[in-house]
């Protein structure tokens, strides 16, 4: 089983700091990187994904991903209570379509 | 767009009973997903779909659950006999398979078996 590591938190962060979401995966092979939103009794919703080495940034989300060390983060800027959520962090490997989810880490803003 | 549609949203049922979960993909799109949530495993893979055929479907977790998609637009999820340990969400999902493949979720079934 190809694994998805995160820490489950909570993490918890005061209104308008940064927040750092980390992940790590095991298969050597992935290709593409997703972090999803997921709201208490909601579906997940995705934020942003990321293939090559480096950060990319979309609004107040930077997406931050290391191939050698099987890293990838997400980082929050300007942090709103409404960013309190699970982050799942999903990867997709080479060999399929379908995505392998780590359990979430918990993000609490505190006002 | 509607987005991912599932029924039913909420399904309660005694141990035994057979369970169907629906779902209707995005429009255009060629592969769906169904997944599972429960706090002990987090997001769990059950099988997935491309053109409307079975791909994967190695997360299944016995024979008791099965899977169809007969087209484009429609997929189920069967439970047969129910069992208090299949209580979870499932969720299907979609996706075009071609540029980023993201998958869109759909609302989620929340099962609870009795």
């Known amino acids: 089983q190809k694994e998805v590591e995160q820490n489950s938190g909570p993490l918890s962060v005061p209104e308008g700091a940064i927040a750092s979401l980390n992940c790590t995966y095991s298969?050597?092979?992935?290709?593409?990187f997703f972090w999803y939103r997921q709201y208490s009794g909601k579906s997940p919703e995705l934020i942003m994904f990321?293939?090559?080495?480096g950060d990319k940034e979309d609004g107040r989300f930077t997406a931050q991903l290391n191939k050698a060390s099987q890293y990838v983060s997400l980082l929050i800027r300007d942090s709103q209570p409404s960013d309190s959520a699970t982050y799942l962090c999903?990867?997709?490997?080479?060999?399929?379509?379908?995505?392998?989810f780590g359990k979430g880490t918990s993000l609490l803003v505190t006002p | 767009d509607a987005g991912v549609i599932q029924s039913p949203r909420h399904e309660v049922t005694e141990m035994g009973q057979e369970v169907t979960l629906r779902c209707k993909p995005i429009?255009?799109?060629?592969?769906l997903f169904w997944y599972r949530q429960t706090m002990m495993r987090g997001l769990e893979l059950l099988i997935y779909?491309?053109?409307?055929?079975?791909?994967?479907d190695s997360g299944m977790p016995e024979d008791r659950f099965s899977a169809k998609m007969p087209n484009a637009s429609f997929s189920t999820l069967k439970i047969q006999p129910s069992e208090p340990r299949d209580s979870a969400v499932y969720f299907c999902?979609?996706?075009?398979?071609?540029?980023?493949?993201?998958?869109?979720f759909g609302a989620g079934s929340r099962l609870t078996v009795l």
């Open positions: 999902a979609s996706s075009l398979v071609s540029g980023a493949n993201v998958l869109t």
């Open positions: 298969d050597r092979g992935s290709q593409s």
């Open positions: 990321i293939y090559s080495n």
């Open positions: 999903a990867v997709r490997g080479n060999s399929g379509y379908a995505l392998n």
């Open positions: 429009s255009g799109h060629n592969s």
């Open positions: 779909f491309n053109n409307n055929v079975p791909i994967d």
